[in-house]
C-alpha cells in the first residue's frame, strides 16, 4: 500500500511545498504536522492541522514526512526536525520539480525540494533535507551537504565541496574547486573565491546609487543611452 504524505510545517515554505507536490506529483496528502494549531500563517485549512501530539496515531508503516521549513536559525530548526522524524523511523518524500536539467548520475537525499529551472551537472550529489529553490547551476562533481538552503540564481561551480546547514543567497556565486565548511551564510550577490571556514559569513559591498543629476549619473546617460 502506497504511504500516504504529511507535510510537517505550516508557513510559506509548506504551503509551496503543498501546491508541487499536488501538482506533480501523485502523494496523497494527508494532512500539516505541527508544534502548535493555533498559528498558521499561510491560511492553510485549519481541518489539516494535526498537533505533534497526535503523531503516534500516524504510524511509519502508513505515512511518510516532508519537512517543509525556511533556513530560520541557519537551518537548525529543520535540521532538529528532520532528525526527530528520522529517529522515528519515518521515511521521506523528495519533491523534483518535472522541469529541470537533472543529470541521471546526480545522487540525491532525502527529504530534499528541488524546484524548476535547474541545472544539476554529472556526479553531483546533494545530501538529506536540502532545499534548493529556482534556477539555480551547481557544477560536475560538487558535493552540497546535509541541512543547506540554496536560494534562486546561484551558480556553485565544478568540483566543490558544500558542507553542513549553509545559506546561499540570491545571484550568489562560487569558483571551481572550493571548499565551503558548515553553517556558512553566503550573501545576496557574494562571489566566493576562496575556501571558507566554519561560520564564515560572506556579505557582497552594497551597491552605489547616484541622484538623477549626480555628475556620475550624467557621464553614464551621455556614455550609454546618448541622453
Same mark, same amino acid.
Given at each position: 500500500?502506497? *504511504?500516504?504524505?504529511?507535510?510537517?510545517?505550516?508557513?510559506? $515554505?509548506?504551503? $509551496?511545498?503543498?501546491?508541487? /507536490?499536488?501538482?506533480?506529483?501523485?502523494?496523497?496528502? #494527508?494532512?500539516?504536522?505541527?508544534?502548535?494549531? #493555533?498559528?498558521?500563517?499561510?491560511?492553510?485549512?485549519?481541518?489539516?492541522?494535526?498537533?505533534?501530539?497526535?503523531?503516534?496515531? +500516524?504510524?511509519?508503516?502508513?505515512?511518510?514526512?516532508?519537512?517543509?521549513?525556511? +533556513? &530560520?536559525?541557519?537551518?537548525?530548526? &529543520?535540521?532538529? *526536525? /528532520?532528525?526527530?522524524?528520522?529517529?522515528?523511523?519515518?521515511?521521506?518524500?523528495? /519533491?523534483?520539480?518535472?522541469?529541470?536539467?537533472?543529470?541521471?548520475?546526480?545522487?540525491?537525499?532525502?527529504?530534499?525540494?528541488?524546484?524548476?529551472?535547474?541545472?544539476?551537472? &554529472?556526479?553531483?550529489?546533494?545530501?538529506?533535507?536540502?532545499?534548493?529553490?529556482?534556477?539555480? @547551476?551547481?557544477? @560536475?562533481?560538487?558535493?552540497?551537504?546535509?541541512?543547506?538552503?540554496?536560494?534562486? @540564481?546561484?551558480?556553485?561551480?565544478? @568540483?566543490?565541496?558544500?558542507?553542513?546547514?549553509?545559506?546561499?543567497?540570491?545571484? #550568489? #556565486?562560487?569558483?571551481?574547486?572550493?571548499?565551503?565548511?558548515?553553517?556558512?551564510?553566503?550573501?545576496?550577490?557574494?562571489?566566493?573565491?576562496?575556501?571558507?571556514?566554519?561560520?564564515?559569513?560572506?556579505?557582497?559591498?552594497?551597491?552605489?546609487? +547616484?541622484?538623477?543629476?549626480? &555628475?556620475?549619473?550624467?557621464?553614464?546617460? *551621455?556614455? +550609454?543611452?546618448?541622453?
Amino acid at each position: 500500500m502506497k *504511504k500516504k504524505l504529511l507535510i510537517f510545517g505550516n508557513g510559506e $515554505i509548506a504551503k $509551496i511545498a503543498y501546491d508541487n /507536490f499536488t501538482k506533480f506529483s501523485d502523494e496523497n496528502l #494527508s494532512g500539516f504536522l505541527v508544534d502548535d494549531v #493555533s498559528e498558521n500563517s499561510s491560511g492553510i485549512d485549519t481541518n489539516l492541522l494535526i498537533s505533534m501530539k497526535s503523531l503516534d496515531d +500516524y504510524p511509519v508503516s502508513d505515512y511518510k514526512i516532508f519537512v517543509a521549513l525556511s +533556513y &530560520r536559525k541557519m537551518n537548525l530548526i &529543520r535540521e532538529s *526536525k /528532520f532528525d526527530l522524524f528520522k529517529k522515528k523511523g519515518f521515511e521521506f518524500a523528495n /519533491f523534483i520539480h518535472p522541469e529541470n536539467n537533472i543529470d541521471e548520475s546526480a545522487n540525491i537525499g532525502e527529504n530534499v525540494m528541488i524546484l524548476e529551472n535547474q541545472t544539476i551537472q &554529472r556526479d553531483v550529489t546533494i545530501g538529506n533535507n536540502v532545499i534548493i529553490w529556482s534556477s539555480n @547551476h551547481i557544477g @560536475h562533481g560538487t558535493k552540497i551537504g546535509d541541512h543547506t538552503y540554496i536560494s534562486s @540564481h546561484v551558480v556553485i561551480s565544478g @568540483h566543490c565541496s558544500i558542507g553542513k546547514k549553509n545559506f546561499f543567497g540570491v545571484n #550568489s #556565486s562560487v569558483a571551481d574547486f572550493i571548499n565551503i565548511e558548515d553553517e556558512c551564510f553566503i550573501g545576496m550577490g557574494s562571489s566566493i573565491n576562496k575556501n571558507l571556514p566554519k561560520g564564515t559569513f560572506a556579505v557582497s559591498k552594497n551597491t552605489d546609487y +547616484y541622484k538623477e543629476n549626480d &555628475r556620475v549619473t550624467q557621464i553614464i546617460k *551621455k556614455k +550609454y543611452f546618448k541622453f
